[in-house]
């Protein structure tokens, strides 16, 4: 079945909107929130929690006994997470990057891992039947990779897969967004929405995964968006009117879908858009 | 005794920086010789870990002692196993000033790390 | 000198970050503005910086394969922690996380580690004073340290320049890039939406602006979506011993200043005397002084 990351290049552009609304309306799919630093998908999909699990980090431990403190690791390290000195060697686990190569480095056999928890995945049944799983970094941790790469490793193919990925650009968007089949790139219709998208687009041509737009809060602001997606010749997918009464039933933890009967529709087409896009480029 | 100061310059006379892991400069002075070494701080352009690499670096010159402007948390941690301790160089402008002040007892020492934590900066 | 840093943050996106930041600049005297927002810069849209110097920065190194020396022995894919070598012994740039085993492993110095270029980074004038920003690469992962990099940056042109503040377009979320910006700062201003999600990212972005830097205060955009929630942002502020020190209306002609590229407290100067921006700004210059 289809992979289908929605992404935005900034938060706030109704990406959460987007995937939240589609995975309420079809409850055989699966949604991941993986924008784990900010996972907001279980405010408006009130899973029941039927599990979670921890996910963890290696860091290396340095035994005294076996140490002869002749800097090796430290040398090695790409990221200057050990200090050698003649009279101690440390490592300093909020910066290392677990990539095991300073065991490998040691002579003396001294370089052991133990792991360190770096955030949480909670799975559970949303309100609408959909399944949700969701990651949440812990507050001052790095980098939620492996908490996505998890997330990622967790569902089969037999469902549709909505991934709702972090905003912007970074390795944690590359990491959500990695061999989806297609992608749908929420922005809206001012100049910042217009600039923060390019680098998405940017980013999906180089990863060669196909992609449409939605315009969420259209009509708000002016053309360029519009003008926009046609010089680059990209398909604008759906356009989400602006309503205030939207943005007032959103900031209650209410979906749009729940509304009002005709976005309903709006989101309905839009699935069944993005299927047949998947059959014309997948077969799937 | 070595003691190892931030400063702007590679002289005992240039301002002193108001970084530790990117400060520009660190010097490393001899009280015993009145010698005075000054190694250009690769880490003020590291990729990860400033604040660690500027502790290896004192820790490869043999440091005894460190004044600075403030200190992380990681970095503080690390200069305490190595036993390098850490004194406030406080409205000192030149590692020189720094190093009499001191010599006169009037450097606070650095217990609690400065700005509540320094992230790879 | 001593170089005050005011930085604005939101957690969650789009609670009006930047607009806020865009709308305090003009009213902030020998200031620098940095915008840290690496991976969606916007400050320059409204801010029509002429740029004076653009240098590229190299934030990491990654792997590359000479396939012409490679002996398909494997040990790089088995070694690499990150999946980003290929079966086919390519390395994915996009994956690839500098760690350097595949070097050391390889045992016939097939692979190499080399800079990459992860961002630029701009210097410009703006009619209210210098303003450095920079860009990533889209798909680059170090924007931590391109974001240290602009801070840095800013600060070393507010000392050159006799500046007193650094203002600060922070990054949204609170992970390595949010850490980055705020770091040690003198004032973090973190704009919030009164939204379940709003408030729930409230309560994250606070831990990290109370664990990282010295006082937060907190602004509510578009209060009057859910009068409920704001209330509740407040409590929630107030319980922390945060103050909230702006209230501001939702209203299309900031999003129609916005689009016209201008800076909306200039352009809606009446909204804003409604929403009592001078009170804001008094508060703002008191909490610098201290
Ligand atoms: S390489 Fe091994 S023996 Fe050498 S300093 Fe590191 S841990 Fe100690
Ligand atoms: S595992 Fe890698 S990143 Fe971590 S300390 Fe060892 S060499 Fe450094
Ligand atoms: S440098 Fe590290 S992450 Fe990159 S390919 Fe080599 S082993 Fe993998
Ligand atoms: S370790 Fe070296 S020789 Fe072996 S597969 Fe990798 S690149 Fe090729």
Known sequence: MMKIAVLSGKGGTGKTTVSNNLAALNSDAILLDCDVEEPNSHIFMNPRIKGDEDVAKDYPVIDEEKCVHCGECARFCHYNAIISGPSATITMKEICHSCRGCALVCQHDAITYKQREIGKIYSGTSRFGTELVYGELKTGELSGVPIINKIREMTGEEHSILIDSPPGTACSTVAAVEDCDYALIVTEPTPFGVSDMKMVVEMLRTMKIPFSVIINKAWLGDREVYDYCREENLEILGEIPFDRDIAEAYSTGKLIVECDPKYEDIFQSLWNKIHFIGERIHGC | MIIALCSTGDAMESPVDERFGRAAYFLFYNTITSEMVSVINEAKTAKGGAGALAVQLLVNNKAELLIAPEVGPQALDALKKFKIPAFKQGENTTPELAVLAWGNGSLEMIKDPGNKGLHKV | M??????????????????????????????????????????????????????????????????????????????????????????????????????????????????????????????????????????????????????????????????????????????????????????????????????????????????????????????????????????????????????????????????????????????????????FLRKISDGVKV
């Not at chain 3, 924007?143 to 500046?163: D, F, H, P, Q, T």
């Not at chain 3, 700062?185 to 379940?196: D, R």
């Open chain 3, 2 to 279: 001593d170089v005050k840093e005011i930085v604005v943050i939101s957690g969650k996106g789009g609670t009006g970050k930047t607009t806020l930041t865009a709308s305090l600049i003009p009213y902030l005297e020998n200031t620098v503005v940095a915008d840290c927002d690496v991976d969606a810069p916007d400050l320059h849209i409204l801010l029509h910086p002429r740029l004076t110097r653009t240098r590229e920065f190299i934030g990491t190194k990654k792997a590359t394969i000479f396939s012409e020396k490679c002996c398909g022995c494997g040990n790089c894919i088995n070694h690499c922690q990150f999946i980003a070598i290929s079966p086919a012994f390519i390395v994915n740039h996009l994956k690839c996380e500098g760690c350097g085993v595949c070097e050391l492993v390889c045992p016939i110095e097939a692979v190499s580690l080399h800079d990459v270029v992860v961002g630029n980074i701009y210097e410009g004038e703006t009619p209210y004073g210098p303003m450095i920003h920079a860009k990533l690469v889209p798909g680059e992962e170090t924007s931590g340290k391109l974001v240290s990099e602009v801070r840095n940056r800013a600060r070393e042109v507010a000392i050159e320049r006799g500046c007193s503040n650094v203002l600060i377009d922070g990054s949204p979320g609170i992970g390595c890039n949010v850490i980055s910006s705020i770091t040690g700062a003198s004032i973090v201003l973190i704009v919030t939406e009164p939204t379940l999600s709003g408030l729930h990212d409230l309560k994250r972005v606070m831990d990290i602006s109370e664990r990282f830097s010295g006082k937060t205060y907190v602004v509510i955009n578009k209060y009057d979506l859910s009068l409920d929630l704001s209330e509740q942002i407040e409590q929630e502020s107030n319980r922390r011993g945060h103050s909230v020190i702006l209230r501001f209306p939702f209203h299309k002609n900031i999003v129609k200043a916005v689009t016209e590229k201008n800076i909306p407290s200039l352009s809606e100067k009446k909204l804003f005397e409604k929403a009592r921006w001078e009170d």
